[in-house]
């Protein structure tokens, strides 16, 4: 048996394992796609002195879509929050107040 010699079949099977992969990390966490695939809403959670929804925007960063959420928070605060599609879940934050509080 020439074991230097790749097989067909073997060569097919490794490929389309290494894709598949490949898709599997692209798609774990990343935003609405496993719901696509009809696995379920995604879902994110709301902040802890989450009072009242303001705003919801969704915005591209170059592959990645971004959702800005604006919110009343339970002490009144106005607060803008980012989350990004990337595993990770990246979040940024923003704290509106008036000038004459600072």
């Given at each position: 048996m020439d074991y230097n010699r790749?097989?067909?079949k073997d060569f097919l099977l490794g490929f389309l394992s290494c894709v598949c992969l490949?898709?599997?990390i692209n798609t774990a966490g990343c935003g609405r796609?496993?719901?696509r695939f009809g696995l379920g809403d995604q879902k994110l959670k709301l902040p802890k002195?989450?009072?009242?929804m303001l705003s919801v925007s969704f915005h591209k960063v170059g592959n990645d879509?971004?959702?800005?959420?604006?919110y009343e928070s339970t002490d009144g605060i106005i607060r803008s929050i980012e989350?990004?599609?990337k595993p990770w879940?990246?979040?940024g934050s923003i704290q509106w107040i008036k000038p004459d509080s600072e």
């Open positions: 790749v097989n067909k490949i898709l599997l796609t496993l719901s002195d989450f009072k009242k879509t971004v959702k800005d959420v604006t989350y990004t599609d879940k990246l979040e």
